[in-house]
T-cell receptor, first 112, second 112 residues
Framework: KAGVTQTPRYLIKTRGQQVTLSCSPISGHRSVSWYQQTPGQGLQFLFEYFSETQRNKGNFPGRFSGRQFSNSRSEMNVSTLELGDSALYLC???????????FGPGTRLTVL | DQQVKQNSPSLSVQEGRISILNCDYTNSMFDYFLWYKKYPAEGPTFLISISSIKDKNEDGRFTVFLNKSAKHLSLHIVPSQPGDSAVYFCAASAPENNDMRFGAGTRLTVKP
């Protein structure tokens, strides 16, 4: 069974731009969570989706948004990028919410 | 490719006893290891870490042991408390890219 895939793996943007990251969960998994990982802040929770609905949301500004499609694939969007948004963005999928989570390899975003 | 594996999806222990959560990894380049704890409807929070130059790190009731030759680490919680009931993730990173790889998590239940 294929694991969680995230695209792109690496991305370089400039301040003010916007970016969309994609996550494909393990086949059959309906829950997708997004995390931001930075050396200073560690792992921070962004949001969690289940059956196309956002179920939980972390403490991030409205510039961070996401959605989930009917095939459980999820996208995360960050608008008006700031230097501090440079981080590794991780996606994790699980069969249902609060089930075992499987992490993808992450997308490393660099904002210049 | 699961480079970090937590082979026990769940663990149940009695309050006051020791909880031992295990984690195995395959990439010999990993040099920094972390444990995260996740409560329902919340994102993971950092618990304890260890670098490859050490084989033990202790913080209160939590101790992480690293066996580099076996590519194995474990988290010991002594004594276990009901509030420790959560999902515990093991994570590892390599120096060349700092990208993190996560295990699937182990759900710990501490019974009163």
């Amino acid at each position: 069974k294929a694991g969680v895939t995230q695209t792109p793996r690496y991305l370089i943007k400039t301040r003010g731009q916007q970016v969309t990251l994609s996550c494909s969960p393990i086949s059959g998994h309906r829950s997708v969570s997004w995390y931001q990982q930075t050396p200073g802040q560690g792992l921070q929770f962004l949001f969690e989706y289940f059956s196309e609905t956002q179920r939980n949301k972390g403490n991030f500004p409205g510039r961070f948004s996401g959605r989930q499609f009917s095939n459980s694939r999820s996208e995360m969007n960050v608008s008006t990028l700031e230097l501090g948004d440079s981080a590794l963005y991780l996606c994790a999928s699980s069969f249902v919410i609060e089930d075992t989570q499987y992490f993808g390899p992450g997308t490393r975003l660099t904002v210049l | 490719d699961q480079q970090v594996k937590q082979n026990s999806p769940s663990l149940s222990v009695q309050e006051g006893r020791i909880s031992i959560l295990n984690c195995d990894y395959t990439n010999s380049m990993f040099d920094y290891f972390l444990w995260y704890k996740k409560y329902p409807a919340e994102g993971p929070t950092f618990l304890i870490s260890i670098s490859s130059i050490k084989d033990k790190n202790e913080d209160g009731r939590f101790t992480v042991f690293l066996n580099k030759s076996a590519k194995h680490l474990s988290l010991h919680i002594v004594p276990s408390q009901p509030g420790d009931s959560a999902v515990y993730f093991c994570a590892a990173s390599a120096p060349e890219n700092n990208d993190m790889r996560f295990g699937a998590g182990t759900r710990l239940t501490v019974k009163p």
